[in-house]
Each structure stands twice: as C-alpha cells, then as structure tokens.
C-alpha cells in the first residue's frame, strides 16, 4: 500500500497519481490480500482456524481482552494488519478524492491517516470546513 500513499502525498496532482487513485484498484488490491489470508489460515490449519473463529465469535466481541489473546494466533494478526491497511487507505483515499474535489490540500491529513487512520479524516473534515469557510462542512463526508 505504501507507493499509494506516496503517490496521493508525495504527487496528488499528477495525472498518473489520480488514474490510480480515481479507480478501485487500489483497494481491489487490498481486498485481494486480506482474502487470501482469510483463507489462508483454514486451508494450512482447519483446527486452529476453527477454534480461533469460535473464540472470536463468543468472546472476541464481549471481552476486552480478546485482540490482545489472539495476538498469539500469527494468520490472525497478518490477517488484522491488512485489514487496518485496507481500510486506512480506503479513508486515505476518501481524504484525496475529496480535497481534489474541492481544491483542499490533503498531504497533512493522508499523513497523518496513514500513520493514525480516523484522526488523520479529522484532520481533512477540520481543514476542509477552514478552507471552504464553512463550519458546517465538518460533519459532512
């Protein structure tokens, strides 16, 4: 994911940079990795995914504890990372898309939604309402 988010940072404005990042392929990509790591874990060990899907299923939503327990599981955790990076950088793109849109400068907040995910789209829905001088445009996406 990361010559996308070089791209939209480093270059928002070249042709190249919004050819990519105007189409689904980016997060085609992401979504390509994060199912094949689902799948992954039941193919190369049915039991331990099994067990794993259950303990997440009854206690992973009740109990505050549970990603700290199946930090332990190693499909888990390589599976949970692209999901975070799947998901940053679809907000990622969201924060480009829209400050192309309406003319903002977006490097500060893919930045720090790169590094910090929903604070970084606070960062751009802040910025944007200051741009556009309209406070309201703040609780829009």
């Known amino acids: ?8 940072i480093a ?8 050819k990519v990042m105007t189409s689904s392929a980016p997060l085609l990509l992401c979504a390509a990795m994060h ?13 331990g995914s099994l067990s794993q899907f259950q303990f997440l299923a ?3 939503f009740v ?18 990372w692209v999901h ?10 969201y924060v480009y898309l829209d400050g192309l849109e309406k003319k903002i ?4 907040s893919l930045f720090f939604t790169f ?7 606070t960062m751009h829905l802040v910025t944007r309402a200051i741009v556009t001088r309209d406070p309201s445009s703040i609780l829009k996406l």
């Open 1 to 8: 994911v990361l010559p996308f988010w070089a791209l939209m």
């Open 11 to 18: 270059a928002p404005n070249n042709e190249a940079t919004k």
């Open 35 to 47: 199912l094949s790591l689902v799948i992954y874990g039941p193919v190369t060990d049915p039991s």
């Open 58 to 60: 009854t206690q992973g």
């Open 63 to 80: 109990k505050l504890t549970a990603m700290q327990e199946m930090r332990q599981f190693p499909v888990f955790v390589s599976e949970e």
């Open 84 to 93: 975070v990076l799947a998901w940053d950088l679809f907000v990622g793109r």
């Open 105 to 108: 400068p977006t490097p500060h």
């Open 115 to 121: 590094l910090l995910g929903p604070l970084g789209l």
